[in-house]
Structure formats: C-alpha cells, structure tokens
C-alpha cells in the first residue's frame, strides 16, 4: 500500500486529464474544483491540528474477528458488540471539532467484516457495465488519472440517527443509534456522471433507468441462506445530475480512505442518507430495474406505524417503492447542555448568559434557514443564530451540517420543564412535534427534548440538572431510557413525553361508580385518559396543594390535567396508577362554572383587571383566602387552564374580579386581552395548598396551625393571594394579636398594586401591619423606600427573624426572585421552607 500512497501524491497537484483520454468536466467546474480545493484546505490543517484524536489503535474487542487488522478510536461507542463495527462518537466530542470532523471519530456502520486487507490502488477494480455501449473497468488509479478529480466538505447521517428514541416507545428491527450518527468530511474523488459518460449510457425511450452500486464485503442475506453484496440504486436523472455533486470518492480529509470508510473508494451522495453510499465499491450496473440487492430492498425503508415486521414481510410492504429513503429530512439536536450538565445558579447579577447549541441538518440540498428554541412546551418560540460554514455549491446547494446557537438568561432555565428545538429549511419544512414510530426506527426527527431539573438543596447556590432523551447503544441514562415503560402507551403519534396510559402494570378495572366513592382526603382516586390513579400518598406533597387534587377526587380530569401540568408531572403521574377504567363507564363527568366578562379596565402599562359575572346576581364564589381558583378556554384548540387567585371579596355577590399581567408570549394572557365583553369562559375551584381560617388560624396540606407572626414576600402580580389574607385579617379586626409584615417588590412605583389599600391598612393600624416596597426605579426624590431589587439584606430589615410554631412565611412572585433570593434568605431566618415557609 505504501507505493499507492506515494503513486497518489499527484492528486495533490490536480493534474489535468490525460491527454489520451477525453474530458467530461468543464472549464467552469474546474475553476470551481480549484477554489474548492483551496477553500477546504484550511479546513483540513484545522482539523490536523488535533494529533491525539489520530491515536487509533487495536482494540482487543476486535482480536478474535475478521476486523481484527484495522485500528480504530477507543472513544468510539461501539453499538453493536464485538462485530459488526457500528459505532458514534460521543456527542460532546463530536462537537468539540466542530464542522469538520476528524476521521477517527467519524461515524461507522457496516454490516459486516470490513474487505480489502490486501487491497492496493493500483490493483482494485470497479467494474462499468449493463446498458452502457464502452464497459470498462478503472483501477482507482486509472479514477485519478484519468478524470477530473474535485473535493467538497459533505455531511453523512445514518438513517437511525436518533433510533433509540424510537425503540424507547416500541422496539424496532434496529440497533440503538444515539444523535451521533452524523459526520463531516471533506471528500475527494471524480464525478460519477464523468465516469459514466465516458462508458457511455445506452438511451432507452419507454423505461427508465437505474445506476446500481454494488461493494465487495460478503454478508448473509439473499433468501437462499447464501452471501449477498451490499449494494443499491439510483435513478439515472439523479445519477446524472451536475448539480449533486455525486462522486466516487477514494479521500477523506486529505488522506486515503481509512478501511472502515471504504478503502479504496466508495460512493459519496450528498444529501442522501449514508445507506446509500456504498463502500468498497467494486461494481456499477446500468439497468432497467432497480438493485436487486437484499439490503436495497429489506433496508432504508419508513413504513406507517400499524406495519410490524410480520405485516411487512406478509404484505409485501418492503418492495413497495413510495416507502423507500434516499434524502434526508429536517432535523435538529441540543448538543449543548449535555446530558447530565450541571448548571449553578449564583446570582441573577453575576451569571452570564448561558449558549444553548446545537445542531441541524437538511436534506436534498436544502438550506436550513430557521433554528427555534422553546421553554414553555412548544407555545413560544426563540429564533437562534445560524452558522452555515460551507459555501453553497453553483447551484445553490448545501450538503453540511449547519451550527445554531441561542444566548439565553440563566434565569429563565429556572422556569423550564425542558428545551426544545425544531429546525426549518429552505421549502419550509419542519420537524414534527410527536415522535411517529416506524418499523426500521429510521428518520426520526421530531421535536428534540432536553429535560430540566432545578436542584435547590437546603443550604447553597441553586443548580441546574440537564437530561437528554437517550443516551446512545446500551449506555444507561436520558428521560426517555428511565420512562420506557410510561412512553409505551399505545398512541404512538403522541408526544413520548404527553400523558401515559401505563406505568406501574395493573390489570385492574373500575366503574365511575367505585372511582367515585374514593373522594375524600383519606382516600383520593382521579381518572385521567380512561386511566385510574390513587393520589392518596401525593396529597402532602402536591406542589399545588391538596385541595388541587381534591377538587378533582372520584372524577374524570384528563383535560384539567392535560391544561395545568407540564410533561414532568405527567410522568410522575404513572408511578400512582392502579388500574383503567371499565368500557362502560367512559363518560366524563367535569363540573365548571361558566362566568361571562362583563369589564376589562388597565391599570398598568400590561396588567388588566378582569370582572367576570357568576351565574346569577345573588351568587357568592366561596372561596377561603389563599385559595384559587382555574380559568379555562379553549385556545387554537387546546384547552387552556391558568390559576388565578381573584381580588375581589370573598363575601362579593354575583361576580369575581382577576387582576393578571399580560405576557407577551402568553397562551391564556394574550386569550384573555383579546376577549371581547360577553364573552363567555369557565372557572373551576377552589384549589390550594393553604387557608386562612380565620380567627388567627392557617389551615395547610389540611392541618390546622396558629401563628402570632405572618411574613410576607410578593412580586408583581403576585401580591394577589397575599394581599387576600392580608384583608381577610384586616377585616376581622385585632383580637387574635397576629402581626403582619409585607415586603413587595415592582418595576416602577406605577406599577405598585393594590397599594390604596395596602398604605391605607399600614397608616391605620401601623402595629398590625408594616408594608416595606420594593422598586425597579424611581422618578421623583422623596421616595422613601428601597430602590433596586429584593436582596438578604432587604428581607433581614424588614422581616422578622422566624421562630418555630409561631411564624409562617408566605411568599408569591417572579420565580427567579423566589428561588435565588427569598427562599435562601428566609432560610437562614429561620424559616423553614415546607414547615413554615410557603410558596403560592
């Protein structure tokens, strides 16, 4: 091989043709072929530059198999045992060399052991034959010699790129491919439609024809128990066309091909999958059908999810022709945070930006244009930066990976259940948001899905935990990995993260009727998507409190579950199931109200108080203070629930009045200001965790407890619960000797809610009630409060220390003020958090 080696040293120089023999490429295309050498080349010495990642050696995996002569990565995951080699890099090493990727870590799928051990350029032979009127066949010398040789960067992608993700939801005939199934290479050889011009293809008016490709490796298959070679097809209008860019390529990187590769040549299509690149190749037919090859026909196929593999082979479906891949589609990853990151969150003064990144692809030779990152489960989008380091080819394609990249406030992770990203290209085609199952577990591209975990111990800075869906082969790890068994529900075009139908195994059925009797704190059954769960044990620690489960005990609350809680709580939910529903008693028994706007009046810049009419006149809503209740509305289809806890007195009669900001990018908020009066909605209560009782007394998680002290920290809108039990208290005058004392941050003093009251309730009986504010600015001198932010030293000065039985913190707001400030300070005030410290 070292001869061959030295005999290739003249593709370095790109010699012209022989002058013997004619030339198919233009003078344009090799302008072009020389600017795209001299485009690459910095490529490549960067990615040289990197001599360990050449350190590849003999793994003792391989000792006893036919591969036992190659060397390869030790970083590579190997996916499939010992033999055949299939094998990713890890994610976070494959985007550490960024768009070219170095040879060792490039992604390797054979079927097979690798061929051509004694291989030798000057020796190996592909072969030109079928319907071509001058056979032939080349050496890869006689290739490079005597063709225009060209070079581009080209990204390959497995199919299953992604697979896992599939066979998380239901096994598929595959192996379990991670996101790392994809590589870019800058790729050297000639033209396939020079090499087939010069053979010559034979015309045929009434058929159309095929360019098959076939390698050298035995593999069983076939049929007749027999070897058969991996090979497949093209169309010859593909095979043909300049603008793809399809080569027959014998370098990657500069060098020759590696043997894992396909040394000494292989076929190279851009924007096609990589099962359709064949290696070692040895053979080229021009027919009037399609390969005939086992692997052309009983690989790279997505059929509908009702097929099974009996299905397919019983029905034929693998030589149905609307079912084969050759381009790839939409995708994208979240390459960054990595699976099992840890992000701290110091301080919203000091922590920079985080960049979320990633990856995306399109396929065809279609540009990916938009890459959008979600926080919220898909209701609101963030366009991100786009890097696209490749030039588009003189048709206008693109055949690589492109690079996005998102800056984003550390503090709005804290609010996130998970990220997601979606990918659009230049026809505007995206990725579904539901994973759809398929036989062959290829083209997976649904939305992806990093989960969030924010980690907040009792003493210390808070931290961010990231999880990704799967980690690739049999590595433990990912969201998707730890709920096989909730994802499998059956409704396989549903969100693998959406509600389950299973989780712990029962084979239990109970009527409405023996749901309904469980309805009661000591005893709570709830009914979700025909499924029954026993929420008894997550009564104390509901996060909404007991009452929001209680309200809904012995009932059917798929919607209201589905509108209110976020895809981590529908996993939760499984680990209580105890068995479904019988099929007689389906019905669905959900008790609202309906209420009617009847006025809408601004009082800052974003935040409306919204008056909704009861039933009728004389109707009192019954609600305790620090109870909410849910407003409902079906928006673009979806039922849409939100908790708010109403302004109005509790003993007002015939309406209900909602103070509540008005978010940009909020699904009910926005609803809600474009609601014309007379429009009508639906309420459901009371829910909540906590109650005041009156009389000195809180009722919480359904215990009854007297405190003498009552601190108080709220936000924005979130003064709304608090300042319920601050009237309540004020009403019932003094004789219970509770002392209250309220610390209330806002942007602007403007913005300052309920303060009439409020000033009003302080000036009057100072020694009830002190009320410290908060604000984001001032515009006049005489303001005789804080300026800035709610800090330790704030909440120390005017919150009193804690003392055990006899002091509840009560605490409502942005959820960055509430985790990295207040709960920290009230700690170390003595509050404890659960115990006498609570969030609304």
Same mark, same amino acid.
């Given at each position: 091989?070292?001869? *061959?080696?030295?005999?290739?040293?003249?593709?370095?120089?790109?010699?012209?043709? @022989?002058?013997?023999?004619?030339?198919?490429?233009?003078?344009?295309?090799?302008?072009?072929?020389?600017?795209?050498?001299?485009?690459?080349?910095?490529?490549?010495?960067?990615?040289?530059?990197?001599?360990? &990642?050449? @350190?590849?050696?003999?793994?003792?995996?391989?000792?006893?198999?036919?591969?036992?002569?190659?060397?390869?990565?030790?970083?590579?995951?190997?996916?499939?045992?010992?033999?055949?080699?299939?094998?990713?890099?890890?994610?976070?090493?494959?985007?550490?060399?960024?768009?070219?990727?170095?040879?060792? &870590?490039?992604?390797?799928?054979?079927?097979?052991?690798?061929?051509?051990?004694?291989?030798?350029?000057?020796?190996? /032979?592909?072969?030109?034959?079928? &319907?071509?009127?001058?056979?032939?066949?080349?050496?890869?010398?006689?290739?490079?010699?005597?063709?225009?040789?060209?070079?581009?960067?080209?990204?390959?992608?497995?199919?299953?790129?992604?697979?896992?993700?599939?066979?998380?939801?239901?096994?598929?005939?595959?192996?379990?491919?991670?996101?790392?199934?994809?590589?870019?290479?800058?790729?050297?050889?000639?033209?396939?439609?020079?090499?087939?011009?010069?053979?010559?293809?034979?015309? =045929?008016?009434?058929?159309?024809?095929?360019?098959?490709?076939?390698?050298?490796?035995?593999?069983?298959?076939?049929?007749?128990?027999?070897?058969?070679?991996?090979?497949?097809?093209?169309?010859?209008?593909?095979?043909?066309?300049?603008?793809?860019?399809?080569?027959?390529?014998?370098?990657?990187?500069?060098?020759?091909?590696?043997?894992?590769?396909?040394?000494?040549?292989?076929?190279?299509?851009?924007?096609?999958?990589?099962?359709?690149?064949?290696?070692?190749?040895?053979?080229?037919?021009?027919?009037?059908?399609?390969?005939?090859?086992?692997?052309?026909?009983?690989?790279?196929?997505?059929?509908?999810?009702?097929?099974?593999?009996?299905? @397919?082979?019983?029905?034929?479906?693998?030589?149905?022709?609307?079912?084969?891949?050759?381009?790839?589609?939409?995708?994208?990853?979240?390459?960054?945070?990595?699976?099992?990151?840890?992000?701290?969150?110091?301080?919203?003064?000091?922590?920079?930006?985080?960049?979320?990144?990633?990856?995306?692809?399109?396929?065809?030779?279609?540009?990916?244009?938009?890459?959008?990152?979600?926080?919220?489960?898909?209701?609101?989008?963030?366009?991100?930066?786009?890097?696209?380091?490749?030039?588009?080819?003189?048709?206008?394609?693109?055949?690589?990976?492109?690079?996005?990249?998102?800056?984003?406030?550390?503090?709005?992770?804290?609010?996130?259940?998970?990220?997601?990203?979606?990918?659009?290209?230049?026809?505007?085609?995206?990725?579904?948001?539901?994973?759809?199952?398929?036989?062959?577990?290829?083209?997976?591209?649904?939305?992806?899905?990093?989960?969030?975990?924010?980690? =907040?111990?009792?003493?210390?800075?808070?931290?961010?935990?990231?999880?990704?869906?799967?980690?690739?082969?049999?590595?433990?790890?990912?969201?998707?990995?730890?709920?096989?068994?909730?994802?499998?529900?059956?409704?396989?075009?549903?969100?693998?993260?959406?509600?389950?139908?299973?989780?712990?195994?029962?084979?239990?059925?109970?009527?409405?009727?023996?749901?309904?009797?469980?309805?009661?704190?000591?005893?709570?059954?709830?009914?979700?998507?025909?499924?029954?769960?026993?929420?008894?044990?997550? &009564?104390?620690?509901?996060?909404?409190?007991?009452?929001?489960?209680?309200?809904?005990?012995?009932?059917?609350?798929?919607?209201?579950?589905?509108?209110?809680?976020?895809?981590?709580?529908?996993?939760?939910?499984?680990?209580?199931?105890?068995?479904?529903?019988?099929? /007689?008693?389906?019905?669905?028994?959900?008790?609202?109200?309906?209420?009617?706007?009847?006025?809408?009046?601004?009082?800052?810049?974003?935040?409306?108080?919204?008056?909704?009419?009861?039933?009728?006149?004389?109707?009192?809503?019954?609600?305790?203070?620090?109870?909410?209740?849910?407003? *409902?509305?079906?928006?673009?289809?979806?039922?849409?629930?939100?908790?708010?806890?109403?302004?109005?007195?509790?003993?007002?009669?015939?309406?209900?009045?909602?103070?509540?900001?008005?978010?940009?990018?909020?699904?009910?908020?926005?609803?809600?200001?474009?609601?014309?009066?007379?429009?009508?909605?639906?309420?459901?209560?009371?829910?909540?965790?906590?109650?005041?009782?009156? =009389?000195?007394?809180?009722?919480?998680?359904?215990?009854?407890? =007297?405190?003498?002290?009552?601190?108080?920290?709220?936000?924005? /809108?979130?003064?709304?619960?608090?300042?319920?039990?601050?009237?309540?208290?004020?009403?019932?005058?003094?004789?219970?000797?509770?002392?209250?004392?309220?610390?209330?941050?806002?942007?602007?003093?403007?913005?300052?809610?309920?303060?009439?009251?409020?000033?009003?309730?302080?000036?009057?009986?100072?020694?009830?009630?002190?009320?410290?504010?908060?604000?984001?600015?001032?515009?006049?001198?005489?303001?005789?409060?804080?300026?800035?932010?709610?800090?330790?030293?704030?909440?120390?000065?005017?919150?009193?220390?804690?003392?055990?039985?006899?002091?509840?913190?009560?605490?409502?707001?942005?959820?960055?003020?509430?985790?990295?400030?207040?709960?920290?300070?009230?700690?170390?005030?003595?509050?404890?958090?659960?115990?006498?410290?609570?969030?609304?």
């Amino acid at each position: 091989m070292v001869a *061959s080696v030295e005999h290739f040293c003249v593709l370095h120089s790109t010699p012209p043709p @022989a002058a013997h023999q004619p030339s198919f490429s233009s003078d344009d295309e090799d302008d072009e072929n020389e600017q795209n050498i001299n485009n690459y080349r910095t490529l490549l010495d960067v990615s040289s530059e990197l001599p360990e &990642l050449l @350190a590849a050696s003999h793994d003792p995996q391989d000792a006893n198999t036919a591969d036992g002569w190659i060397a390869r990565h030790p970083s590579l995951i190997r996916l499939t045992g010992k033999h055949p080699f299939n094998s990713e890099p890890p994610l976070p090493l494959l985007m550490r060399h960024g768009f070219i990727t170095p040879v060792p &870590l490039h992604y390797v799928r054979n079927h097979g052991p690798v061929p051509g051990r004694t291989a030798d350029l000057s020796t190996w /032979t592909v072969e030109i034959c079928g &319907l071509v009127t001058r056979p032939a066949k080349f050496t890869v010398s006689d290739l490079a010699r005597d063709f225009s040789s060209f070079q581009i960067p080209v990204t390959l992608v497995c199919a299953g790129n992604r697979r896992k993700e599939q066979n998380m939801v239901r096994q598929t005939v595959g192996f379990n491919w991670g996101p790392s199934s994809i590589s870019t290479s800058v790729w050297r050889g000639v033209r396939l439609r020079d090499v087939l011009r010069r053979c010559g293809i034979m015309g =045929r008016r009434h058929s159309a024809l095929n360019v098959c490709f076939e390698g050298a490796e035995d593999l069983p298959g076939g049929g007749g128990g027999g070897a058969s070679k991996y090979g497949t097809s093209l169309r010859k209008e593909v095979a043909m066309d300049p603008s793809r860019d399809i080569m027959i390529a014998y370098m990657q990187n500069g060098e020759l091909l590696t043997p894992d590769h396909g040394f000494p040549c292989r076929m190279i299509i851009p924007g096609f999958i990589g099962g359709r690149m064949v290696k070692w190749l040895t053979k080229i037919t021009v027919t009037a059908t399609e390969s005939e090859s086992y692997y052309h026909y009983k690989d790279n196929r997505v059929f509908p999810s009702h097929v099974d593999a009996e299905l @397919a082979d019983a029905e034929g479906w693998w030589y149905k022709p609307e079912y084969i891949i050759n381009e790839l589609n939409i995708n994208s990853v979240i390459t960054s945070p990595g699976h099992d990151e840890i992000l701290p969150i110091n301080s919203a003064a000091t922590d920079p930006p985080y960049i979320l990144r990633g990856y995306a692809y399109s396929g065809g030779g279609k540009k990916v244009t938009r890459v959008e990152i979600s926080l919220d489960g898909g209701e609101t989008w963030s366009v991100c930066a786009l890097n696209h380091p490749e030039k588009p080819n003189r048709y206008g394609k693109y055949w690589c990976w492109c690079f996005w990249s998102l800056h984003i406030d550390p503090l709005r992770l804290l609010a996130a259940d998970e990220i997601i990203v979606r990918a659009w290209d230049q026809t505007l085609n995206t990725q579904p948001k539901n994973l759809i199952w398929n036989l062959t577990g290829m083209m997976n591209n649904c939305w992806f899905r990093v989960r969030v975990t924010v980690r =907040r111990p009792l003493a210390g800075d808070i931290s961010i935990a990231f999880e990704h869906p799967t980690q690739p082969g049999n590595q433990p790890g990912g969201w998707m990995t730890r709920h096989k068994q909730l994802i499998q529900s059956g409704t396989l075009e549903k969100s693998v993260s959406g509600p389950p139908a299973g989780g712990i195994a029962s084979d239990a059925h109970f009527s409405r009727d023996e749901v309904r009797k469980h309805s009661s704190f000591d005893s709570v059954w709830i009914i979700v998507h025909d499924q029954v769960y026993d929420c008894t044990a997550f &009564l104390k620690d509901h996060p909404g409190g007991s009452d929001s489960i209680l309200i809904n005990a012995g009932s059917d609350c798929s919607d209201d579950f589905d509108a209110i809680h976020s895809d981590k709580a529908k996993s939760m939910l499984a680990a209580y199931r105890i068995g479904s529903l019988k099929a /007689t008693s389906l019905a669905k028994s959900i008790e609202k109200i309906p209420v009617k706007l009847v006025a809408k009046t601004q009082i800052t810049g974003d935040v409306r108080l919204f008056r909704f009419a009861l039933p009728t006149a004389d109707q009192l809503l019954g609600l305790r203070p620090g109870h909410h209740i849910f407003l *409902s509305a079906t928006v673009n289809d979806k039922l849409c629930m939100r908790a708010y806890t109403p302004t109005s007195p509790e003993d007002a009669a015939g309406y209900i009045e909602l103070l509540i900001k008005i978010y940009a990018g909020g699904l009910m908020t926005q609803y809600l200001e474009s609601l014309p009066l007379g429009a009508a909605m639906e309420i459901k209560g009371p829910a909540g965790r906590i109650e005041y009782a009156g =009389r000195g007394s809180f009722v919480i998680d359904g215990k009854t407890r =007297r405190v003498s002290r009552v601190a108080m920290v709220a936000g924005g /809108t979130g003064i709304t619960p608090v300042y319920q039990i601050i009237r309540a208290m004020m009403r019932e005058g003094d004789d219970f000797g509770i002392k209250m004392c309220l610390v209330y941050a806002s942007r602007s003093e403007d913005e300052i809610l309920m303060r009439e009251d409020l000033d009003r309730w302080a000036r009057e009986q100072p020694e009830r009630l002190k009320v410290w504010y908060v604000v984001g600015e001032v515009r006049r001198e005489e303001w005789g409060y804080s300026v800035g932010r709610v800090t330790d030293g704030v909440l120390r000065e005017h919150i009193p220390m804690g003392v055990e039985e006899e002091s509840l913190a009560l605490v409502c707001g942005p959820l960055a003020m509430v985790q990295l400030v207040v709960l920290p300070a009230l700690e170390k005030m003595k509050y404890e958090v659960g115990k006498s410290c609570f969030v609304f």
